[in-house]
C-alpha cells in the first residue's frame, strides 16, 4: 500500500536561512512524487513533480526536491526562506504501477520568521 | 490563461438533499482528478478521469458518490442523499505531465 509521511507538523526557519521540509513516503513500485503548497484561504498550488530523470527536482518559487530513492525520500529545499514562504505544504506520491491513486501527507505549516 | 475552475465554491445542503459539483479543467488537459479535503488534513483521492474514461474510483467512499466527464473537458461529481460526514471542501485538479493544477475546491456544508 502507499503512504506517504511528513514527520514534522511544523518547521520554523529565520527569513534568509535554508529550509527543509521532509518527506518519505512508500510504494511498491516506482513512484510520482509531487510537492503543493497551500497558502491561506487560497487552493493548492503545484510546486514540483518527480518523474524520472536526474534526482534533483527545481519547481516555482526557488523550491526543489531531492528524490532519494535508498532513503525513499523527497525533502522539500530552498537555500534562503522568504516570509512570503510561510504556507502549509503537501507532499504527495503515485505509485506507476497502481493505478492513479495519489496519496498525500498530513502536511508540514512552515513558518518563516523576519 | 485561465485555470481550473469549480462551483459553486460554497454548498449548503440538508441532510438527504442531492448535490453537484462542478469542475472546469485546463482546456487541453487529459487528466481530471477529485479529491476530498476534510479540515486540517491533506487531499484524499476519490476518482480520476484520462479524457472521458473513469479509469480509477478506488476512492469513492461510497455508492453515494458518482463522477462523470461525458465530453473529456468538465466534470461533475454528484453525492446522492447527503450525509453530515460528507461535510469537506471538493478539490478538483486536471493536469498534464508537467504537473497537475487544483482548482479553488467547493466547500460543502451538510447540515
Known amino acids: 500500500a502507499q503512504s506517504v509521511a511528513q514527520p514534522e507538523d511544523q518547521v520554523n526557519v529565520a527569513e534568509g536561512n535554508p529550509l527543509t521540509v521532509k518527506c518519505t513516503y512508500s510504494v511498491s513500485g516506482n513512484p510520482y512524487l509531487f510537492w503543493y503548497v497551500q497558502y491561506p484561504n487560497r487552493g493548492l498550488q503545484f510546486l514540483l513533480k518527480y518523474i524520472t530523470g536526474d534526482n534533483l527536482v527545481k519547481g516555482s518559487y526557488g523550491f526543489e526536491a531531492e528524490f532519494n530513492k535508498s532513503q525513499t525520500s523527497f525533502h522539500l529545499k530552498k537555500p534562503s526562506a522568504l516570509v512570503s514562504d510561510s504556507a502549509l505544504y503537501f507532499c504527495a506520491v503515485r505509485d506507476r504501477s497502481g493505478g492513479f491513486k495519489t496519496i498525500f501527507g498530513a502536511g508540514t505549516r512552515l513558518f518563516v520568521k523576519a | 490563461g485561465a485555470g481550473v475552475s469549480q462551483s459553486p465554491r460554497y454548498k449548503v445542503a440538508k441532510r438527504g438533499q442531492d448535490v453537484a459539483l462542478r469542475c472546469d479543467p485546463i482546456?487541453?488537459?487529459?487528466?481530471l482528478f477529485w479529491y476530498q479535503q476534510a479540515l486540517g488534513q491533506g487531499p484524499e483521492f476519490l476518482t480520476y478521469f484520462q479524457n472521458e474514461a473513469q479509469l480509477d474510483k478506488s476512492g469513492l467512499p461510497s455508492d453515494r458518490f458518482f463522477a462523470e466527464r461525458p465530453e473529456g473537458s468538465v466534470s461533475t461529481l454528484k453525492i446522492q442523499r447527503t450525509q453530515q460526514e460528507d461535510s469537506a471542501v471538493y478539490l478538483c485538479?486536471?493536469?498534464?505531465?508537467?504537473?497537475?493544477?487544483f482548482g479553488p475546491g467547493t466547500r460543502l456544508t451538510v447540515t
Open positions: 482546456s487541453g488537459h487529459v487528466s
Open positions: 485538479a486536471s493536469g498534464s505531465e508537467r504537473g497537475e493544477y
